[in-house]
């Protein structure tokens, strides 16, 4: 993951490159995402990016785990029967402030290009109604951010599997 020496930037500069690095990962693919973009925006020098960071890859899921961070911060613990309402109503919160949070962008370009690009991991092993319900949730998410004229019908459909 990051590197030591980024630890110890001041706040401020940690900012500025982490606001460069979601600006390039929300506007190009990780394929297709440049150094050179990055380090002209967050004003430091080429050779300061590879003592923050092992390489793009390394970069990108330090920016994308600080969104997931920030995101699941304001989600119950864990999904269960008796909070469904909760975790419905946090998508539709999420979905319609994702661009004011600015992680929306990231987390498109994420399902649309870079989880095939990073490879799909296996989601851990959890009791079955918990990996049901965070399956599910998180396939309404990533339904709802790839085509958000569907919320509605998805969060119905979200609700109609979690009822039966």
Not at 32 to 53: L, M, N
Not at 61 to 87: G, K
Request: glycine content about 4%; charged content about 15%.
């Amino acid at each position: 993951m990051v590197l030591p020496t980024f630890e110890h930037l001041p706040e401020a500069k940690q900012a500025r490159v982490t606001a460069a690095l979601l600006a390039e990962f929300s506007h190009y693919p990780l394929a297709q995402a440049q150094v050179a973009r990055i380090v002209t925006a967050a004003d430091i020098a080429r050779g300061a990016f590879y003592k923050y960071f092992q390489d793009l890859t390394d970069a990108y899921q330090y920016v994308f785990q600080q969104a997931m961070r920030e995101i699941h911060s304001q989600l119950p613990q864990r999904p269960t029967p008796h909070n469904t309402a909760v975790y419905i109503d946090a998508i539709r919160q999420f979905v319609g402030a994702a661009d004011a949070c600015g992680y929306q962008a990231l987390i498109v370009m994420h399902y649309r290009y870079n989880e095939g690009f990073l490879g799909v991991q296996p989601s851990r092993i959890a009791a079955p109604k918990t990996w049901a319900f965070t399956t599910l949730y998180h396939q309404t998410l990533r339904d709802v951010l790839l085509a958000p004229d569907t919320l509605d019908a998805r969060l119905a459909q979200l609700e109609a599997a979690l009822a039966e």
